[in-house]
C-alpha cells in the first residue's frame, strides 16, 4: 500500500507485464477527511463518469454522504485503477450551488418555482407549439454524460411520441465522427476492438488521440505494457508533443488540416510495398482496386510538402504498420474535429482492414468515445439516429421500431437524417426551431462562435429548457431550469468505449428537490400525453430498470444486443461487453472475428456517405456495391482546410483538453485538486514562434481570429510551429461576468474564436484550423501561465514550478498482484 500524489503523478505506479500476460491489479482509492476504510458505511457499484474509459469503482458512503472512491479490483476494464478525474471528481456533487429547486424566467429574471409550475410551462409551450406548427417547431440536445435508460427514454419521446426528426447530443463534438467512420467502413456502429488488445498488441497508433490525458488508465495500461518486456512500438500523430509523443517510437506532427493527406501517404506506403493480407481483403472486404487506384499519387514527398512532416518519418511509420502483427489503432479528437474528420478516421480503419488485423488479439480499432456514456446516446437514439442501430432508410427497420414502440410506422420520421446540432442553430436562427431542451450539456461555453451561439439562445422567441445540476452558462439563459440528480444519486447503466455496459447505482439522495433525469423526462411525457397506438402511456416504465427492460426488448436481434443483461447480473462482478445474448451470455470481448461483418443490406445501419458532399449513398447504390454485407474500403482525395491563415491571421488555432479538467469545468472546476491543478485558461505557443516575436512563458497575449478575443497567458510549449492550443474548458460561471464576457472585455471560452463549420459526414464542428493572430497585451514580469507541467502542455523554456497536488492529493494505491516498479 502505498500514498500517491496522483495530481503529480497522474498515471500512479508502474505494474510491468508482458505481451499476452494479464495486466496486474493496483486497486486506487481516496477517501475524504482524513478517513479509513473502517470509517465508511457503505460501498455502492458504480463506474466513473468524467470521461470515456468506464472504470469501475465502488462508491464510499457515510452517514449518507458520498466520501470517496475505490477502484474495482474485478473489473476487466481498470483492474482497480482511477484516474485523477475519477479520484476527485466526486466532491463536485457536493457543491453549495447545486441547482435544489426549478427555476422559472419571470420579468426577465430566473425566480425559484415549484415542480409543478415548472413542468406546466414546459409541456404547455411543448404542446401549443406543436399545435401551431408541428414537430419540427421542437428540438432537443442533450449529452454524453447521462444513463443508456434517460436516453432510451428521450428517444421514444422525441421520435415516438413528438415526432420530431430535430434530435441530438453533445455527442455531435465529440464522437460523431467515431459512429461515422465505424458506418463508412463496416456499415454500423460498434467498436471492433477491446481493451484487452493493449495486452497483445505489438504496435499501438494512437491519431489525434492523446490517450494519456483522455483515458488516463487506459493510458496506464500502455505504460505498463511499455515498461514490461518486449513492449509495442508506438506511432502518435499529434501536431502537439503530449505524454503519448515522448513516448512514441515514431511522432508524426502533421500541420492541422492535413490528416487526410498524411494518411493517404500512409497508405500509399502499405500499399506500394505489398504489406497487405491480399486473402482477407479478397474474402472479405469491398473497394480494394478503387482504394489502390485513388492512394497512387499520395506519396510521402507530397504528404511531406503539405503537411511538413520528414518524408522519412512517414516511411519510418508505414514500415511499422505495414510490418505490425498485432495492431491495435486508436482515434480522437485530432481526427475527429476537423475538416475532413470522416475521411481520416476511416482511413485509419482502412489500415487494419487490409492488414487484416481485425477480431483477433491485439488486433483491433477503438474510434474512441470522449465521454462516459457517449456510446449509449448513439446506440439508444438520443444522438438523433434511431435505436439499436436501426436504419432510418430502411422501412422495415421503422416497421420494426413500431411494433416496439406500438405506435404507427408513420409517426417516427424517417424522411432524412435527423438535424444535426449545428443545423438545429440555424433552424433557431431563421425561427422555425422555437423550443429547445437541452438536458446536461453546456453549449454556451462548447459549441463554436460563442458570440452567435448567445444570440441564438438568448432570443425571446426560443423557448430554452436546461436540465442540469448547476447554473451553467447555458442555463442563465434559460426560461426554465430544471434540477437534475446525478453520478450517485441515481441507478442506471452505461457503456464505455469497448462495449462494456456498467451499472452505476444510487449512493445518495439528491440535494434539495432535484430529481433523475429519467423522472423528469416521465414526467413530461405523461404531461405531454404521450400514447401509444392503444391509448397507453407512450413511456412504459416508471423507474431505471423498467426502462432497461423496455431497452433490452427494443436491443433484440441487433448488433448492440442487451437481452443477455440484467441489472443482477452486472452488479457484483465485472461490466460486460454487448452483444451480450443466449449466444454470447458473458458478453463479447471482440467483434468481427469470423471477418464478418454487420453490413448486410437489410441489416445495416447505414449505406454510408458520400466522403467530401457527406450525401447519403442510396440503398440501391448500396446494395450493388455490397450485396453481401462485407466491410467497405473508402478514401477522399485531400482538399486543404477551409479558413487558411493569412498575413492578418497567421496562426492555426487548435482547442483542446487538459487531462485534470472535463468539458465546461462545471465538475471538475468544482473539486479543488483538479481545479488548482489548472485553474486557468493559457495558450500554447512553439519556442521559435514565441522567440520570434519575444514573447515568453506567461507575457498575457491576447488570440484573435474573425470571431472574437480571447486573454490568457503563454505556455511557450512542444506543440508544432505555426500552431496555437487554447483549452477549452474556461467558460464564465465561475467569474463576475456571470454567462459571458463583460462587453468590451476580452473572453476566456476558447469558442470566442471557432468557426461555424463541420465535417460533411459526421456533422463534427470543427475546432483545429481556426486562423488566428496573437499579440501582446503585457509582460509576465514573473508569473507564469496556469498550464500544467505534467501534461501535453508541459513547458519547453523557464523555469516553471512543476503541478503538484501536495497532501490533498495523496491517494491509496495497492498492488495486489504482478510486481510495482
Ligand atoms: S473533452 Fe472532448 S473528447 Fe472528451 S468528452 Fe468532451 S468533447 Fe469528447
Known amino acids: ?212 490525458e483522455t483515458q488516463t488508465v487506459l493510458w496506464t495500461r500502455v505504460l505498463d505494457r511499455l515498461a514490461g518486456p518486449n513492449p509495442p512500438k508506438v506511432i502518435c500523430v499529434d501536431p502537439r508533443e503530449t505524454p503519448v509523443a515522448r513516448a512514441a517510437t515514431v511522432h508524426l506532427a502533421p500541420r492541422p488540416g492535413t490528416n487526410v493527406m498524411l494518411m493517404n501517404a500512409l497508405i500509399h506506403e502499405i500499399i506500394e510495398n505489398g504489406w497487405i493480407d491480399r486473402e482477407y481483403v479478397e474474402a472479405h472486404t469491398v473497394g480494394f482496386a478503387e482504394l489502390e487506384k485513388q492512394m497512387k499519387g499520395y506519396t510521402p514527398e507530397l504528404a511531406a510538402e ?110 432524412s437524417p435527423p438535424t444535426h446540432i449545428m443545423q438545429q442553430l440555424r433552424y433557431m436562427e431563421e425561427g422555425s426551431i422555437r423550443f429547445l431542451y437541452v438536458t446536461a450539456t453546456n453549449p454556451a461555453v462548447s459549441l463554436p462562435e460563442l458570440r452567435r451561439i448567445r444570440e441564438i439562445l438568448a432570443q ?57 433525469d429519467l423522472d423528469i423526462l416521465i414526467d413530461f411525457a405523461h404531461r405531454m400525453g404521450l400514447e401509444d397506438k392503444d391509448g397507453a402511456p407512450l413511456v412504459k416504465w416508471s423507474d431505471a430498470e423498467g426502462a432497461f427492460e423496455g431497452w433490452k426488448e427494443c436491443s433484440r436481434g441487433r448488433p448492440c444486443d442487451y437481452t443477455g443483461m440484467s441489472y443482477d447480473k452486472l452488479r457484483g462482478g465485472s461490466g460486460i461487453q454487448w452483444p451480450c445474448n443466449d449466444e454470447h451470455p458473458d458478453g463479447t470481448e471482440r467483434i468481427y472475428e469470423d471477418g464478418r461483418f454487420w453490413a448486410h443490406p437489410d441489416y445495416c445501419e447505414s449505406y454510408g456517405r458520400d466522403m467530401i ?69 493559457w495558450v500554447e505557443m512553439a519556442a521559435g514562434d514565441a522567440a520570434d516575436r519575444g514573447f515568453t512563458e506567461g507575457d498575457l497575449l491576447r488570440i484573435t481570429t474573425p470571431r472574437g478575443r480571447v486573454e490568457a497567458r503563454l505556455r511557450v510549449s512542444g506543440i508544432r510551429p505555426g500552431a496555437l492550443f487554447l483549452p477549452f474548458h474556461y467558460g464564465y460561471w465561475d467569474t463576475e461576468d456571470g454567462s459571458q464576457p463583460k462587453k468590451k472585455r476580452d473572453g476566456r471560452a476558447a469558442n470566442e474564436l471557432t468557426l461555424t463549420d463541420w465535417d460533411p459526414v459526421s456533422k463534427q464542428p470543427i475546432f483545429k484550423t481556426a486562423a488566428a493572430a496573437v499579440e501582446r497585451i503585457s509582460k509576465a514580469k514573473g508569473q507564469v501561465s496556469a498550464a500544467p507541467t505534467t501534461t501535453g502542455s508541459a513547458p519547453v523554456t523557464g523555469s516553471v514550478p512543476p503541478t503538484t497536488g501536495g497532501d490533498a492529493a495523496l491517494a491509496e494505491e495497492l498492488v495486489t498482484t504482478g510486481d510495482r516498479r
Not at 314 to 325: F, K, T, V
Not at 329 to 342: I, K, P
Not at 623 to 651: C, D
Not at 666 to 673: E, I
Open 1 to 212: 500500500m502505498g500514498r500517491i500524489d496522483r495530481i503529480a503523478e497522474p498515471w500512479g505506479s508502474r505494474t510491468p507485464y508482458g505481451p499476452g500476460e494479464t495486466w496486474p491489479t493496483r486497486v486506487d482509492s481516496y477517501l475524504a477527511d482524513g478517513l479509513t476504510e473502517d470509517d465508511v458505511d457503505r460501498w455502492v457499484q458504480s463506474a466513473t463518469i468524467l470521461h470515456s474509459n468506464g472504470d469501475a469503482l465502488d462508491i464510499a458512503v457515510k452517514d449518507e454522504r458520498i466520501v470517496g472512491v475505490r477502484g474495482r479490483e474485478v473489473d476487466r476494464v481498470n483492474h482497480g485503477r482511477l484516474g485523477p478525474k475519477d479520484l476527485f471528481g466526486w466532491q463536485a456533487n457536493h457543491s453549495p450551488d447545486r441547482l435544489t429547486k426549478p427555476l422559472i424566467r419571470r420579468k426577465g429574471k430566473l425566480v425559484e418555482t415549484d415542480w409543478d409550475t415548472a413542468m406546466d410551462a414546459v409541456a404547455g409551450r411543448a404542446k401549443e407549439l406543436l399545435e401551431e406548427q408541428g414537430p419540427s417547431a421542437i428540438s432537443f440536445y442533450t449529452t454524453g454524460q447521462l444513463f443508456l435508460e434517460e436516453y432510451y427514454t428521450l428517444g421514444l419521446i422525441a421520435h415516438g411520441g413528438i415526432g420530431t426528426n430535430h434530435v441530438d447530443g453533445n455527442t455531435r463534438l465529440c464522437t460523431a465522427t467515431a459512429a461515422a467512420a465505424l458506418k463508412e467502413t463496416f456499415a454500423c456502429d460498434g467498436q471492433p476492438g477491446s481493451y484487452t488488445d493493449i495486452d497483445h498488441a505489438d504496435v499501438i497508433a494512437l491519431y489525434g488521440h492523446n490517450m494519456a
Open 306 to 415: 503539405v503537411c511538413d512532416v520528414p518524408a522519412e518519418q512517414i516511411r519510418e511509420a508505414a514500415r511499422i504498420l505495414g510490418q505490425a502483427e498485432r495492431l491495435l489503432s486508436t482515434v480522437l479528437q485530432g481526427f475527429y474535429q476537423a475538416h475532413q474528420a470522416s475521411a481520416a478516421a476511416v482511413s485509419v480503419n482502412n489500415i487494419n482492414v487490409i492488414r487484416g488485423m481485425l477480431g483477433k488479439p491485439g488486433c483491433g480499432i477503438l474510434q474512441m468515445n470522449g465521454q462516459p456514456t457517449a456510446e449509449n446516446t448513439r446506440e439508444a437514439g438520443a444522438d438523433g439516429d434511431l435505436p439499436a442501430f436501426r436504419n432510418w432508410e430502411n422501412d422495415e427497420h421503422i416497421a420494426d421500431l413500431a411494433r416496439v414502440w406500438n405506435i404507427d410506422p408513420m409517426q417516427i420520421p424517417h424522411y
Open 460 to 516: 425571446d422567441r426560443l423557448f430554452l429548457v436546461v436540465q442540469d445540476i448547476f447554473l451553467s452558462e447555458t442555463a442563465q439563459l434559460a426560461d426554465v431550469v430544471l434540477p437534475a440528480a446525478t453520478w450517485g444519486e441515481k441507478t442506471g447503466t452505461f457503456t464505455n468505449v469497448d462495449r462494456t455496459v456498467h451499472i452505476s447505482d444510487k449512493a445518495v439522495e439528491p440535494p434539495g428537490e432535484a430529481k433523475a
Open 613 to 681: 458532399t457527406g450525401a447519403p449513398v442510396e440503398e440501391t447504390e448500396y446494395k450493388a456495391m455490397n450485396p453481401t454485407g462485407r466491410a467497405v474500403l473508402k478514401a477522399a482525395e485531400y482538399i486543404g482546410p477551409h479558413e487558411l491563415p493569412s498575413q492578418q491571421y497567421p496562426f492555426q488555432l487548435m482547442t483542446g483538453r487538459t487531462l485534470y479538467h472535463f468539458h465546461t469545468r462545471t465538475k471538475t472546476g468544482r473539486a479543488p485538486q483538479l481545479n488548482a491543478a489548472a485553474p486557468e485558461v
